[in-house]
Every structure is written in C-alpha cells, then in structure tokens.
C-alpha cells in the first residue's frame, strides 16, 4: 500500500514552461510535506516545504500549492530550464520523525 | 554550513558477505535515517534513530541491522548480501519535524 503516490513517473516541458507535478497522500495525520529534487549520482536535495495549515508556499520558481480535503499537493516550476531536469520526490510526515516518500517524477526540459 | 559524509562512496561485495556502511554528520542533528533506494521505487526507510543509542525499524529492516554509536555517526549493516544486487543507500539526518537533509550515497553492488 504506498503512502504517498506521485501520478506521473515521467514529465517532459520545453524550456519556459511551468511544469507541474502531482503528488496524493492516504494518511489525513500527515502535516509536513517537504520536495526534494535530485540529480544523477547525487543525495536528494530538499528544495522547498509546506505544513499543512497552509495551502500555498513560494520560493522563487518554485512554488507547492496544498489541497488538504483533497489529500493531494503539486509542485510547480515556473520557467522551467534544462538544469531543472532532475528526478522529484514527494515526501510526507507520519509523525515528527517517519518521512515517507513516493517514487519519484523524472522532469525532462527540452530546450 | 554542515555535511552528511557517507563511506565507502562505492562499495562490491561477495553474495553472503556482511557488509557495514557508514555516515557521520556535523549538523548535531539528533534524528539520522538510513534509506534504500532502487530504480523506480523510490525511497524506502530501513532504520531511523531519533537520539544516541535508539534504534527505530522502518519499512525495510529485514536483512539489516543498524547502530547509532554516537550522536554524529549512524552505520548500517548489510547483514548478507544477495546475490546481483544493486542499490544506493542514502543517510540522512534532521531536527525534529523538520525535512532530513542527505548525504551523497553508498553505491552498493554485489557480485
């Protein structure tokens, strides 16, 4: 049973998009869901987080909008650029320790 | 700044063998994580530590055994290897509810 799921396994934008990507959760007591974005041969790297008292969280191009009813958040890249190109894993909380993550969305930026 | 510094970076083993891995970290986090991951599956969570000396299973313990020697250092140990197998075993470590951050990763392969 996967606890949190990301819809698309692959995504592919030209250069100047936005690209979104999409992200559901089952468990209603997860409240942090923090993005990481990783590169060949590299750790994940934490891009950006939201709590879920909120619906909304910008930085810079990038910003995650939060539907708590819903159990579903996305990530959206605004101008997207070729070095965006990356694998991007959502993550979720089940407590103030447990981070669960879905499989991973490969971001493809065509020039 | 700090650093999460796996070791080896890359690591052959022989099918049956035990095999330790090992992180230290200099943030002072007090929560470390040991995850697994494999193409297309994601991230999948061996063992945590939320303080020196605990030991949390996560959804892949089986087949492993962990140790938090020390605040700064977390290993993990394969405890036999399987034969063909190959994956990349991130560390991580964070403050409570707080996003882990990640090292660059064991490339495991055994032959």
């Known amino acids: 049973q996967q606890q949190v799921r990301q819809s698309s396994q692959s995504l592919t934008v030209w250069e100047g998009e936005t690209a979104i990507l999409n992200c559901s959760y089952e468990?209603?007591?997860?409240?942090?869901f923090p993005w990481y974005q990783q590169f060949p041969g590299e750790g994940p790297a934490l891009l950006i987080a939201?709590?879920?008292?909120?619906d909304k969280k910008e930085d810079g191009r990038f910003t995650i909008f939060f539907n708590k009813r819903e159990k579903n958040l996305s990530l959206h890249i605004k101008d997207s650029q070729p070095g965006d190109s990356a694998t991007y894993f959502c993550?979720?909380?089940?407590?103030?320790?447990?981070?669960?993550f879905g499989k991973g969305t490969h971001l493809h930026v065509l020039p | 700044g700090g650093i999460i510094t796996q070791t080896p970076k890359f690591l052959i083993g022989q099918e049956g063998q035990k095999l330790t891995l090992k992180c230290q970290q200099n943030f002072n986090h007090d929560t470390m994580y040991w995850y697994r991951q494999d193409s297309g599956k994601g991230l999948r969570l061996i063992y945590y530590s939320i303080t020196e000396n605990d030991l949390q299973k996560g959804d892949l313990s089986e087949g492993y055994d962990a140790s938090r020697e020390k605040k700064s250092s977390f290993s993990l140990t394969v405890t036999s290897a399987q034969k063909n197998e190959m994956a990349v075993f991130l560390c991580?470590?964070?403050?409570?509810?707080?996003?882990?951050?990640f090292g660059e990763g064991t490339r495991l392969s055994v032959l």
């Open positions: 993550a979720a909380n089940t407590n103030a320790y447990k981070v669960i």
């Open positions: 468990n209603s007591a997860f409240d942090y």
């Open positions: 991580a470590s964070s403050i409570a509810n707080q996003a882990p951050l």
């Open positions: 939201i709590r879920s008292v909120s």
